[in-house]
């Protein structure tokens, strides 16, 4: 019976139009995947008007191509420009983008894309078994194990990238801050919004990933010169990429049996399973050296997770009406047009849908991951192009995609204003990766905090399941702690002993940045204690979890930045100015508008930075400004026309 249903579903499938719309879809979403700020929740969005014109296979299979592709070519971005799309891209911006200025981008886009299929096909095959015994497994988990299961993930992103915990885990914490500014989720509580009518709604996920990550690469980048990378990149073999493919083949099945379980967990899924993987990535190599700087077992882990994650979220969504996120809430709210009600019984009820679901994943999971092969020896190139002829057009659609999200100038001097925040933060030695998860998490881990405390008080604590998730954080803090306590003892012996002690290997990052970075940290930290105060009790629980092992590791760093400070500011400079270049620019947009701002920035990236000839520089600058303009109107929304304009 079962097979009958599923080559029902995939003949229904194979029906020309429904075959169009499900290719349409995946194309829309690979687009809007390599698009930075955009996604996959821009992709379902752009083409949801337009099912509601076909019938309800071929609208949903639309929206399934557009959501399955979009970590796959997300990866694109995230290794190419070090601009994850998603936080869950976070370990492959950073290790994918490591080994693109090596040289290396086939080779990490290569493994990237075959994870992700990997991913894709493993998410759809167990979303074929699972949802018949995934309902009592996602009942079993009540409000304390999801709350530890988001810590847990939190935890893992905070101490996974850099030797440095305390920076990490100040990072996680500054990050579920800035998640917790806007309306609070139990009470009527506004905080943080310093009256301010944008921030009501509290700060855009969007903006907070392209600001931490894209400003500040784009700033670094412009600054050094010359392209992503400065060696030559050979595509005519993949046989580097699909050699480490296989070889860490067992990785990848893991970190997608691992996504999958994620996806189980509403809301917070991808960011916490992805890290997690990532985190079992890194405990299961010998040589961890590599990790941050490099590693291909980081980008197979990662994107393997993802992908896998992505569709397990359907899982909540198809039985319990609890979307996994953004698209799979959109894709709910399609189920419901079309007459489907999800629900334990959906199974039963719609089998030839559920077949219908699995096999648009699949199979574009695979075609998607195909096109990316076909088009990556042409994008890998563009690592050589001066970096400033491609800035112009992606910092412009890093505004176009922050625009989008409540239309309005704040967006843009926000998208900045982090973009500071994310180049004092790496060049302060502080990973950007435990903020930005922080802040998704923020949300969930603030909903369940608050219902565990409600209905089990601190009790909670001792439940078995909360001990067992627990001791994932538990057991590698001791055993990091019994490694510093050996090490310390070993450094002394060799001191008595007239043993020079091991080379430390020297910090990159500006001492005086980080200090600088202390101060502001530290300083958010105190006036959110103070203005705590006026909050319901309720309204406190999430900003005290993250001020109160925050303000301490913030005022640790003030005084271990003071103690090591040394006057090396200068060498960022041109950094700086670029960055107050990027501010000068959102200044000018809100006074007079998109349009003069925007021809000069392109002017000076082009002539200025990339030093193009004039004739060339212009017709090239013309083309990204009408692209702009094309996006602004995909997207149905008005361009800033400028305060000062505006009064005449």
């Not at 900003?543 to 103690?563: N, T």
């Amino acid at each position: 019976m079962m097979l009958d249903h599923a080559l029902s579903a995939l003949d229904a499938l194979f029906e020309p139009t429904r075959l169009l719309a499900l290719f349409g879809g995946m194309i829309v979403g690979m687009i809007f995947g390599m698009l930075p700020g955009l996604g996959g929740v821009a992709a379902v969005s752009i083409l949801l008007p337009f099912i509601y014109y076909l019938d309800a296979y071929s609208g949903l299979a639309m929206l399934l191509g557009a959501v399955s592709v979009v970590y796959t070519s997300d990866t694109i971005t995230s290794v190419l420009l070090g601009a994850p799309g998603s936080p869950a891209s976070a370990p492959t911006a950073i290790e994918g983008h490591a080994l693109a200025k090596q040289g290396q981008a086939a080779r990490a886009l290569g493994v990237g894309f075959l994870a992700s299929m990997v991913g894709g096909l493993v998410g759809s095959l167990v979303l074929l078994f699972a949802i018949p015994v995934a309902g009592p497994i996602v009942l079993m988990l009540s409000t304390p194990e999801l709350f530890m299961f988001a810590l847990v993930g939190l935890f893992f992103a905070s101490s996974m990238i850099g030797k440095d915990l305390a920076k990490g885990l100040a990072a996680a914490c500054l990050g579920l801050l800035l998640g917790v500014v806007g309306p609070a989720q139990a009470a009527a509580d506004f905080r943080f919004t310093f009256g301010q009518v944008y921030l009501l709604d509290g700060f855009s996920l969007t903006i907070v990933a392209l600001g931490l990550f894209g400003v500040a690469e784009v700033i670094s980048m412009l600054a050094t010169g010359g392209g992503i990378s400065q060696s030559r990149i050979e595509v005519a073999s993949w046989r580097d990429g699909f050699h480490d493919f296989w070889r860490n083949r067992w990785l990848v099945l893991r970190a997608s049996l691992i996504g999958v379980l994620g996806g189980f967990v509403p809301a917070v899924g991808a960011s916490a399973s992805t890290w997690v993987a990532y985190g079992h990535a890194i405990r299961s190599t010998k040589d961890r050296s590599k990790f941050g700087k490099g590693e291909i077992r980081g980008i197979a882990a990662s994107e393997g997770a993802n992908n896998a994650t992505v569709i397990s979220d359907l899982v909540p969504t198809l039985l319990f009406s609890v979307p996994g996120g953004p698209a799979a809430a959109i894709f709910l709210g399609a189920l419901f047009s079309f007459g489907y009600y999800p629900g334990p019984r959906m199974i039963t009820q719609s089998p030839d849908l559920m077949f219908l679901i699995v096999w648009s994943v699949a199979l574009t999971s695979v075609v998607g991951a195909l096109i990316c092969f076909a088009i990556t020896p042409a994008l890998a190139r563009l690592t050589r192009i001066p970096f400033a002829i491609i800035a112009a057009p992606l910092v412009l659609i890093m505004v176009v995609g922050a625009y989008q999200s409540t239309s309005t100038i704040g967006d843009i001097f926000m998208l900045f204003a982090l973009g500071g925040l994310g180049w004092l933060m790496k060049h302060g030695g502080w990973p950007r990766a435990p903020a930005l998860v922080g802040f998704v998490l923020s949300g969930p881990m603030e909903q369940y905090f608050w219902l565990t405390n409600q209905i089990h008080g601190w009790s909670w604590l001792m439940r078995p399941g909360v001990l067992v998730i627990g001791s994932i954080i538990v057991i590698p803090l001791l055993l990091s702690a019994y490694r510093w306590y050996r090490a310390r003892h070993q450094s002394e012996d060799a001191v008595k002993d007239d043993v020079p002690p091991p080379p430390v290997e020297t910090s990159t990052s500006s001492v005086g940045v980080a200090l600088v970075l202390a101060v502001i940290v530290a300083v958010m930290f105190v006036y959110a204690v103070w203005e705590m105060q006026s909050f319901n009790p309720v309204s406190r629980l999430m900003p005290a979890l993250a001020i109160v092992p925050g303000l301490p590791l913030a005022l640790w760093l003030v005084f271990r930045g003071v103690r090591e400070y040394q006057n090396d500011f200068a060498n960022d400079g041109a950094e700086l100015w670029i960055l107050l270049t990027l501010i000068v620019y959102a200044i000018a947009v809100w006074a007079i508008g998109l349009s003069l701002p925007t021809i000069a920035l392109i002017a000076w990236m082009l002539l200025g930075r990339a030093k193009m000839r004039l004739w060339t520089g212009v017709i090239y600058g013309a083309i990204v400004f009408a692209i702009v303009w094309i996006l602004f109107d995909l997207l149905r929304g008005d361009a800033p026309s400028g305060a000062l304009i505006s009064l005449f």
